[in-house]
């Protein structure tokens, strides 16, 4: 009864002191320790990162209890009230973001969308550093310290993985197999698989949402050892509960005590998950707009990217002046935190006949949601409107945060207020022959924040999740099909959260081929593939390669035998061609020239005038470094005929240099690039490309190399067809397939040419009749 | 109270008329329902598996409620119960073994080993037919309603497996999509997600279990799918109960109601889940020596191989006969089915202190397990031991049949028997702390059933289905260390029970590569390759064909442009080659030679003798026709000079024939074959065998083909450095590696090589002096 009281101080509009110490007292250890717990439960990996886990919850325990005893001292003067309100956040959110912006921008944001492009085989600098790893442990701290609505699932994510990198790293020093690369890329795996699961106790749901959102194809036995990982961690978290004469186990985080397996009527299911799935893509769309916004409005940008920490400073004083709980969050249950939120929207009971019910002493923050002036509706509405937007804004803060758990907790609201209404129309419960079914708005909260979590994320497992949250299996029926539900209509209309930012961040990317688009199967790598092939030749010379290098702008070059026969050899990285040519052409190659054409002038000096000879040697030293001096710095204007003649010798020189055959004997070549067939269809290809993390593949036809496909146009293939929905594209170059052609008579073509040319040159005699007849003569 | 009444007379050895009678009332409509909700509560896929399901459920109700009626009707005398009890199973075991044999061998057994072989990419023939479809439902009716220890999970997946396929061919009878060999291997990955989904009501965890089975990488949008179907049948179900005005819905089907979030201490778990291990991989290992066993033994092979139908029928009655209720089988619970069993052994209540505990009458079957002369655990352990030989030799019945679910019987038994023991041990629970841990024999019973399906599987998804079966999570963390235990030891001793019966029907595999074997790393393709390749050039003769289709084994042929470059550039079936040779040397061919002949001879002979030119036409018309029953028949022993000269004309022609260059334009060649490079590593090429579903894969260098690597090859490889376990094994290749000549080095040398050849061929005259002189002279 302790509780009620203090819902009576909200409704006075403000808190009364002994309230406020009463509260405080209650908080301070026993929430201490349930935040912590909360968070530690099933940390990741290793016990490295369940330490990481203590010690961030920890801070972040303190972050947020001083911000509750600022806020509680000063209840004498609502103006130092609000300050201390919005102070803490605000300074908090700027530290983090300063701190991160300083020492690595890289962990900004959640880090699944980069995690992502790194499980594909993309190679993203300074993500998986130490420097990374301090700035985004620290910075979320802070981030989720200061109250706003921030996830740190996202980030979790590439903590785990950022611990698994860095132990490799570590473990690499003494040698063995952690120097292997597909072996980093597996710990990578399980790392990211572990992630999610040290958020909640979740982890098997856990497990399952990290493959979702970081894989497109998961190795089963990268599974495995993610459930390890997942378990491992809980299992120690019980031995330190043993330890530490903890009577409570491993148990839910957000127990429910439904009584009922379906807790409501059939028909709604489909409305309420179409909307759980249209709340979703308008939270993506949403989130996208508003980063899209920003980065249009030149003069806002070129403002904000002067001061860069007035953007987190502005949108965290709104949104926390907006939550200030005896101002306007008074209309918005404004003073919980996202956990108590979470825990009062799963209650059992039922509040708008709140009076009536049981037991209602055992949490106190549900009176949050109870405004004397205003319908618990209202409140909802308002609380899930402005969380909405709210969300959607500080999740596009520059420190490292993920939006999982707002939107997991908005989803639950929408779901409670679902559920309220129903149970306000049928107080009575639902009557279906003869049998009655009560109205419980808790399962319909749960069964919400699954929905809009799913639909957001684009994945089922938060079906999972939620069944490990609430300790309840039973209600798996309508949670799973209102997940699925939502999923569908998400999908169809909006990438998924961390799609989208993949794409805001401009990072390579494959998108997913979506449901049901059937022409995938019908396009096909002829259609799509570049044609014009940037190539070099085994006998090329150096200045093919130097043209080769000025133009084009894939990362590898492909190698063929002759740019008659085609055959694809090998292809060679851009890197290695330039270190090729400039080892031809560079400085060492200039200087050892000059030097021996110094030596030879010097000889050529000394045959015409023998005596003098050291000074002579002085001389010839003295114009080598004048020389060196002018090729540096190019022409600079200081004739004399000597430099002229030396200057044009230089030139032919150079013009040798570029004719010489290249040499690749130095040369690191890939000698089996991945090599498609023209027939290939866009969808296996797609799963090509996604199973293997190609970047691009060359398409042959027998040997010969007719065209390249990278992730460009891989992807433009994709999202073209996909924009022109339910109609069956055409290709833009199917028809040429179809107009006699057929790929079957293509090749056979190609095959005769290359028959005939390999006849030509086996027997040379009828090929170079004037070359063999010059030489008789 | 009834239910005591029927265990009292159990007590006295047999039952009295009254209570079976009142059983079998009871029994009737109730457990009809029962039964036919429990299998088809989650079905799959479609609403055609839904039916299928239904029709099957239905008719394996009926099937144990009439043996159920025959055994209860004569209850007079036992020699006519013990008759009516064992005919049954074994008329049912036997005309399923039967029919199966008849219709469609391939139906025999679990399917799941297939399944997982077909989604490899190798083609299985028959194993997707319709005849299978029907062969597999009906004979595992049968199978499943003989009460022998037999599951229904593997052949579930195997059959909508067949429903997939099948609606694929219907469908594709309409063109589009369906016609597409991707997407057919598409939806057979998640109708094997959906397969065992449609056993238990368990979505999740069915779907989990079906892909850790079935797939060695899994493709996330498949999840997806396996997800939906599962769930939509889910739904139809509930629809389908809303009808029929069924107030239930669906729930868990063993429901346990444990007030214990860790119902057991910390330190047993290890012990207790090292023996659900070691109890695995025993498990697989006598089925396989129990199969190894009748293969070996000659006599009984050639005695059984006549008699088809004896081996199912004798293990049927050996197995019926220690069941028989009033005979050994009242030691052993033989009376109870194998549902019953399970619900009983997940019973809430502790059976030491049985008449001690509070309400016990809401399940009667429990009675089974107590006998007046017999203690508890003697009925458990024997239970435990019969049961578990009994399923090992069950399951090699060739009757579609699985063995997930005896398994999980045996291990809820296991777990309950030290639950039990230790409920007798500490009657008042323990204490810790000052705390009291009662103990509960039913949580160690679903610790036990998930640790030992686990084990035999090599899954850990076993604890999400157990989740779901009893729709209690809050055991998660003892459920998931013990699971995970029991398959570290399982999988470090014997590979799992789908991968052995793989090995058993020699289906091409691919080992796991297990756990911390670091030397795969190490291992190069080099090592490993076949270097003497089998290929066939661009300008080879059809003598040349003739010459390697004799040799050899491989189903492709390397094409390479000539045998001293050894330029990949494509690879040819064997009976594309084949067919290019019949059409060379074939009978068309051959018939038209002789008409040629023929036809130059009349001529000739016009020539010489103009008049009578009807008559010579006719003769040479008879010749022809004489020749052609000569040259099929072979040498036929008939002299005449004209016969011998025209042989001598005939071994000419087809000299002739052979010397001619192979023409491959009507040749299906795949252009791109996939290709390895030297020092790939095992670990990868296993990754990318496995990804892919590759069958063998060249090793280039550089263009040039250097060796193919095969499924043997890397099968051996695996399997070799697996037998030795924990030394690093030294690949019997790799010290070559090592003694200076390392493979960047080669590769260089390769590529000047090929760079000096191909200098000589672009600039002929240098190589064909001789020629050009003696064209000149």
């Known amino acids: 009864m302790q509780e009620t009281e203090g819902g009576d101080d909200v409704n006075e509009g403000f808190m009364t002191k002994s309230t406020l110490n009463s509260w405080k007292k209650k908080v301070d ?47 004498s003067n609502v103006f130092l009230q609000y300050l201390a309100w919005v102070t803490y956040p605000v300074v908090l959110i700027t530290f983090s973001a300063g701190f991160t912006q300083i020492l690595a921008p890289q962990a900004v944001g959640s880090g699944i969308p980069e995690m992502k492009t790194i499980l594909r085989g993309v190679v993203l600098k300074e993500y998986l550093t130490f420097k990374t790893f301090v700035a985004k442990v620290i910075g979320l701290t802070c981030a989720l310290g200061s109250g706003m609505p921030l996830g740190k699932e996202g980030p979790f994510v590439h903590i785990a993985s950022l611990c698994a990198a860095l132990l490799s790293k570590f473990m690499s020093l003494f040698g063995g197999i952690y120097e292997n690369e597909s072996r980093n890329i597996e710990m990578l795996a399980a790392a990211c698989a572990v992630g999610v699961g040290c958020c909640f106790a979740a982890p098997i749901g856990g497990v399952l949402f990290s493959i979702e959102v970081t894989s497109t194809f998961f190795a089963v036995r990268n599974y ?11 299992f120690i978290f019980r031995v330190l509960a043993v330890w530490n004469r903890d009577e409570e186990t491993i148990t839910a985080l957000f127990k429910t005590r439904f009584r009922l397996d379906f807790p409501f009527d059939l028909q709604e299911l489909p409305a309420f998950a179409v909307i759980g799935g249209f709340g979703g893509a308008l939270f993506v769309y949403l989130n996208r707009l508003i980063v899209q916004f920003i980065r249009k409005q030149k003069a806002i940008n070129r403002f904000l ?24 969050g008074q209309f918005m249950a404004g003073k919980l935190t996202q956990k108590e939120s979470l825990v009062t929207l799963l209650d059992n009971r039922t509040w708008a006949k709140q009076g009536i019910a049981e037991e209602f002493d055992y949490i106190g923050h549900s009176q949050a949601w109870k405004h004397p002036q205003v319908n618990v509706f209202v409140t909802l509405v308002l609380f899930i409107v402005m969380k909405f937007w709210m ?19 908005i989803g639950a609201a929408f779901g409670r207020l679902v559920g309220e209404s129903m149970a306000a129309w049928f107080p009575d419960g639902i009557h ?7 109205i419980v708005p808790g399962g319909y909260a749960v069964v919400g924040a699954a929905a809009l979590s799913g639909a957001v994320t684009h994945t089922v497992s938060t079906a999972v999740i939620v069944f490990e949250l609430t300790g309840q299996i039973s209600h798996i029926l309508p949670v799973m099909i209102a ?16 799609d989208s930012i993949i794409r805001i961040k401009k990072l390579p990317y494959l998108p997913e081929l979506g449901w049901g688009h059937h022409e995938y199967y019908n396009i096909r790598v002829e259609d799509i593939m570049v044609r014009d092939v940037r190539y ?26 002759s740019a008659e026969s085609m055959i694809l050899l090998g292809s060679i990285e851009r890197a290695q061609l330039q270190s090729l040519l400039s080892q031809q052409l560079g400085r060492p190659r200039r200087l050892q020239y000059i030097r021996e054409r110094a030596a030879a002038e010097k000889k050529r000096l000394s045959v015409v005038s023998n005596p003098g000879s050291e000074d002579d040697s002085q001389r010839a030293s003295q114009e080598v470094r004048f020389q060196v001096r002018v090729t540096a710095g190019g022409e600079m204007g200081c004739g004399g005929k000597h430099l002229w003649l030396f200057y044009i010798c230089w030139m032919k020189w150079e013009e040798k240099q570029l004719d010489e055959q290249v040499n690749f004997n130095n040369c690191k070549i890939d000698p089996a690039p991945f090599q498609l067939v023209e027939r290939t269809s866009l969808h296996k290809t797609h799963t090509i490309f996604s199973l293997l993390g190609l970047d691009h593949a060359y398409v042959t036809s027998i040997g010969r190399l007719i065209g390249v496909v990278s992730l460009k146009e891989l992807r433009k293939a994709i999202e073209g067809s996909v924009t022109v929905k339910g109609v069956k594209v055409r290709p833009p170059l199917a028809s040429f397939r179809d107009s006699g052609t057929s790929s079957s008579e293509n090749e056979a073509t190609e095959l005769h040419k290359l028959w005939d040319r390999h006849k030509s040159m086996s027997l040379p005699r009828e090929h170079t009749p004037s070359e063999s007849d010059e030489k008789s003569q």
């Open 29 to 75: 250890l026993k929430r201490l320790k349930e935040v912590v717990r909360a968070d530690l439960k099933p940390s990741g990996l290793t016990v490295i990162q369940l330490d990481l886990s203590l010690s961030l919850s920890l801070s972040l325990s303190v972050c947020v209890l001083s911000q509750k005893w600022m806020y509680g001292g000063l209840d």
């Open 224 to 234: 495995w050892r993610g459930f390890f990982a997942a378990t491992f961690s809980a």
């Open 305 to 328: 990217m002067k001061k860069r920490l007035l953007y987190p400073a502005l949108v965290t004083l709104l949104v926390s002046t907006l939550t200030f709980p005896p101002g306007f």
């Open 391 to 409: 969300s959607a804004l500080a999740t596009t803060i520059p420190v490292p945060c993920g939006a999982f758990m707002p939107v997991f907790v």
């Open 432 to 438: 279906t022959d003869g049998t009655i079914y009560p």
């Open 483 to 498: 997940v699925i539900l939502a999923n569908a209509v998400a999908q169809s209309l909006q990438p998924s959260l961390y």
């Open 536 to 561: 070099i030749t085994l006998n090329c010379c150096y200045r093919d390669l130097h043209n080769v290098l000025l133009t084009g702008h894939l990362k590898t070059l492909a190698l063929v035998e």
